[in-house]
């Protein structure tokens, strides 16, 4: 499978009237990104975050200074952004079937493993879209894009991230539940936030050193 689906069919966070025109709709390519467009729109996260991710798609799907598709091609073994200098659109591409570890342990387990999820990946691709159409340069963001990707992670009852690679991210990225319906904290703090201020004294991703500082750069959901 492989192909390219215009970014304009993934405008399924604009308001109503707002006209999906396009014209693969009905392939399996646009098939997929439009169900996963749908999965994320509709998660709810128990940490009630999802407003976030909502206004993330709208951004997405009107941005004034680039244009975005997605490319699924199930070859691939890295979803990636790539935004080639002086090029348009910029593209995403995204491996619907791709479900290979991202790291070990999971909340605390180590005999298991953080899974890609198609859906979850198409996500982080598309927060580094918005990223760049904000003017950042999302090689610098990464924890950001993941910090968003763990917003539907929890939503769907998925373990979530809380490296790039081997570097560890900050703790602000994770959130965890007290219960079910209970109130959610980041794992450095002591007690349930929202009062309490999140520990940030790991290195902000525009600390470290980039990986690809050039306007002719990839960010993928993993480092290579
Ligand atoms: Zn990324």
Redesign the pocket.
């Known amino acids: 499978m492989f192909g390219i689906v215009i970014i304009a069919a993934l405008v399924l966070a604009a308001p109503s009237g707002r006209a999906m025109a396009d014209p693969t709709t009905g392939n399996s390519e646009a098939a997929s990104i439009a169900a996963a467009m749908q999965r994320i729109q509709r998660s709810v996260d128990p940490c009630g975050e999802s407003r976030q991710v909502v206004a993330l798609l709208r951004e997405f799907g009107r941005c004034p200074n680039a244009t975005y598709k997605i490319n699924a091609d199930t070859r691939v073994t890295r979803n990636l952004f790539d935004r080639p200098q002086g090029a348009s659109p910029r593209i995403i591409t995204w491996n619907p079937e791709l479900r290979s570890e991202l790291e070990s342990g999971c909340d605390g387990d180590p005999a298991k493993s953080v899974q890609r999820d198609p859906t979850a990946s198409l996500l982080?691709e598309i927060a580094?879209a918005v990223q760049d159409c904000r003017g950042l340069n999302?090689g610098e963001h990464?924890a950001e894009?993941v910090r968003i990707e763990n917003i539907y992670r929890r939503a769907v009852g998925l373990c979530q991230r809380s490296r790039y690679g081997e570097e560890i991210l900050p703790l602000r990225v994770v959130k965890l539940q007290s219960s079910r319906g209970g109130r959610c904290w980041s794992p450095s703090t002591i007690v349930p936030d929202d009062a309490v201020a999140h520990d940030d004294s790991r290195p902000r991703p525009q600390q470290r050193a980039t990986r690809s500082a050039v306007v002719d750069e990839s960010?993928?959901?993993r480092p290579n």
């Open positions: 982080h580094h999302p990464e894009a960010s993928g959901d």
